[in-house]
């Protein structure tokens, strides 16, 4: 049997896991509660979508050769954090490059008279918590550190 390759997992392995395995419960079921959809950026009265995915994520650690939280464990660069929240827009906001992302930033910044450290507590965090970064039974108390919400 011919195998291939899918991104590092045999097609073998993921056929052993079974479709039933990665379908969401069925209504009814008892399931665990949602974790939010996104993290919302408010700039000049538009609200930015931002949640990591899976690939995103692989592009930003193999960007800076290192896994996440050590790229956000003391306070990035802002040049790293725009790129994060560049790969955070990507899934909800189209075509966004790293120019427009640093615009919306000044933008916020005059506007809202914000900083890097807010940048970081109110956008990069956050974005990373709705991204499952940080264990369910964390996720509230750390959004309620961050935001007092």
Not at 60 to 80: G, H, R
Not at 126 to 147: H, Y
Request: proline share 7%; hydrophobic share 40%; no cysteine.
């Amino acid at each position: 049997m011919a195998v291939t390759v899918l991104n590092g997992l045999e097609e073998d392995i993921v056929e052993q896991a079974g479709v039933s395995d990665m379908l969401p419960p069925e209504e009814g079921d008892t399931a665990k509660p949602k974790r939010k959809p996104f993290h919302v950026w408010t700039v000049g009265g538009k609200d930015y979508r931002l949640k990591l995915k899976s690939d995103m994520i692989i592009k930003l650690e193999t960007q800076y050769k290192a896994p996440i939280f050590d790229i956000i464990s003391d306070m990035p660069p802002l040049s790293t954090q725009l790129t994060i929240i560049q790969a955070a827009l990507k899934k909800y906001e189209h075509g966004l490059g790293f120019e427009s992302v640093k615009q919306l930033y000044d933008k916020w910044v005059d506007e809202e008279y914000k900083s890097p450290i807010d940048l970081y507590k109110e956008v990069v965090l956050p974005t990373l918590v709705v991204s499952g970064f940080f264990p369910r039974e964390n996720e509230e108390d750390i959004m309620m550190s961050l935001t007092g919400k």
